[in-house]
């Protein structure tokens, strides 16, 4: 009786993501900063995190595509720190970011389930994207009073979650920015349609929407039940602090 | 390995020289992934400036702001004049805020529209 209640409480002691990108081949991306085997210092991938501090060249991806997350530049890394128990990659919000290496359209698919464990400090800012600077395909911006959408190019119904309570349909940057705290949480958008992105970055788009935040998590997956997505959320939330 | 902190603002008219240097000179990774961030007095473009902020090698820290000795490290590529104006008008600060830097210079984000 108290495994069931524990497991329950916290959704991640008996759930494993891994099982979200079953069987092997299913399409997403998983990067999961509480493993720190999956850091390392540089972008190759030769010299793992040891502690707290330490500069993320490289995440790895543990959804079983290898899409690691990656910043050649040493003074573009994010920064890896352990800190009130928690384990998250620190993005400056001035020109920090990681991003896949370009891979194929169709890597990722058009139904699709977007899970990510922030903190932002920032109040313009944008949660993902496929290529810098380029193009119009994102996730999640926040702007003070943005009328656009905050999601473009990521599917055309997308269903916005925060810390498992609904925030609405399509939101604009500004509802995105007033639903979204300063402070940890764990964004769900669902309906993602992502059949045409060639890679996957967060960070720095432009200069325009910087990311200074911590992130904890980022789980990429095909499409969930809403049993499932609570677990995903619970998961992700305990990795923060959080009970879901 | 070590590594240590430093933010580094250059003028736009010496963005491609900084590149051309640190291309030279550091072992961190292709320097056009240095700055990116676009920044101005008002927020509108153009770019005044360029920002870049992070952990950089010991090595490469030791010759920021020291002209002879980074035009001995580039090998003599660039002439040193050069170097000591890319200095003169350049700000690097060692483990600092990179967002009060940015302020404290009276600049801001080039903010555009999506």
Sequence with gaps: MHRTRLRTRAGGLGFDP??????????????????????????AGTTPQTASGQPTGRRSDK???TAAVVQATSAARPTFFIAGGFNYDSLDGVDD??????????????????????????????????????????????????SSQSSVGAGTTLAYNINGTSAGTNLTEAQFNTALPKSWAVVQITGVDLSDWTAFATGLYSSSYPL??????IIICPAQTDAKRAQIRRWLGAKVGLSL | MSWTHRTLVV?????DLAWTLANGI???????GMWTTELSA????????????????????????????TYDA??????????????????????????????ELGLQFVRREL
């Design chain 1, 18 to 43: 891994a099982s979200l990108f079953l069987p092997s081949g299913a399409k997403g991306l998983w990067y999961d900063q509480s493993d720190i085997s999956t850091g390392f210092q540089d972008s």
């Design chain 1, 63 to 65: 959804s079983g595509k």
């Design chain 1, 97 to 146: 970011s990681y991003s896949t290496s370009a891979f194929s359209a169709g890597t990722l698919t058009s139904n699709m389930d977007f899970f990510m464990a922030v903190s932002r400090n920032n109040t313009q800012c944008m949660l993902a994207y496929n290529t810098a600077g380029s193009g119009t395909q994102y996730i999640g911006v926040c702007s003070e009073a943005g």
């Design chain 1, 212 to 217: 200074e935040a911590g992130v904890a998590g």
């Design chain 2, 11 to 15: 003028p736009a008219a010496y963005r």
């Design chain 2, 26 to 32: 550091t072992p961190g990774g292709p320097a056009e």
């Design chain 2, 42 to 69: 008002t927020g509108d473009e153009p770019a005044t400036h360029y920002i870049s902020s992070g952990y950089i090698s010991p090595e490469s820290a030791a010759l920021l702001g020291n002209a002879q000795a």
């Design chain 2, 74 to 103: 580039a090998g003599g590529q660039v002439p040193l004049a050069d170097i000591e104006a890319l200095y003169a008008n350049s700000v690097i600060r060692a483990d600092e805020d990179p967002h009060a830097v940015i302020a």
